[in-house]
């Protein structure tokens, strides 16, 4: 099983300030086509998880473009260029090139 | 229209079945993957079971091989799970999940709750 971590555990952040989450793989999630399995999701209280970030770096349809992925192979990142206030709550990288797993979720609040 | 909604959720002792259901709109239901995703009160999220598009592939977590049972029924648009031999352990919300390929996974129901008791 590919084994998810993520820091920080915990982020109280600023509105209009950058963020940004790190969610390391115990294996490497490139696959030889080039993409690396790797989304971000974000759930905020109470609700859903929704999702931000696949394919490591491909934003999802309505995602705002404050929001970016980056990263490959075992190194992952996602940054937030200016958090706002709706953008608190827990975010969680999980893996898809095998047998699905999440990280332990960032939980994210304001300061 | 909100597209998945789970249903079935409900209070049963260790041991005991219990059978969820995810009615699918809004969408081509037959041409998308679906899995189950489950969160224990307070804690993060874990995978539980897919099946392909035409129900004739399924994974499961290790944790539930055996003893719980994703199908789908594509004429009715809907998706189950069933559990069986139920262990404390699986109280959680339970959201159902579509993908189109098998990575995806883009729009979630709302969840269904299952609490066993012992």
């Known amino acids: 099983e590919i084994v998810l971590t993520q820091s920080p555990l915990f982020l109280p952040v600023t509105p209009g300030e950058p963020a940004s989450i790190s969610c390391r793989s115990s294996q490497s999630l490139l696959q030889s086509n080039g993409y690396n399995y790797l989304n971000w999701y974000l759930q905020k209280p109470g609700q859903s998880p929704q999702l931000l970030i696949y394919l490591g770096s491909s934003r999802a349809s309505g995602v705002p473009d404050r929001f970016s992925g980056s990263g490959s192979g075992t190194d992952f990142t996602l940054k937030i260029s200016r958090v706002e206030a709706e953008d608190i709550g827990i975010y969680y990288c999980?893996?898809?090139?095998?047998?699905?797993?999440f990280g332990p979720g960032t939980k994210m609040d304001i300061k | 229209d909100v597209p998945l909604v789970e249903s079935g959720g409900g209070l049963v002792q260790r041991g005991g079945s219990l059978r969820l259901s995810c009615s699918a709109s809004a969408f081509s239901f037959s041409n998308y993957w679906m899995h189950w995703v489950r969160q224990a009160p307070g804690k993060g999220l874990v995978w539980v079971s897919r099946i392909s598009n035409d129900g004739s592939w399924t994974d499961y977590a290790d944790s539930v091989k055996g003893r719980f049972t994703i199908s789908r029924d594509n004429a009715k648009n809907t998706l189950y799970l069933e559990l069986s031999s139920l262990r404390v352990e699986d109280t959680a919300v339970y959201f159902c999940v579509r993908s189109y390929y098998t990575y995806d996974l883009d729009v979630w129901g709302q969840g269904t709750t299952v609490a066993v008791f012992s």
């Open positions: 999980m893996q898809a090139l095998q047998i699905l797993t």
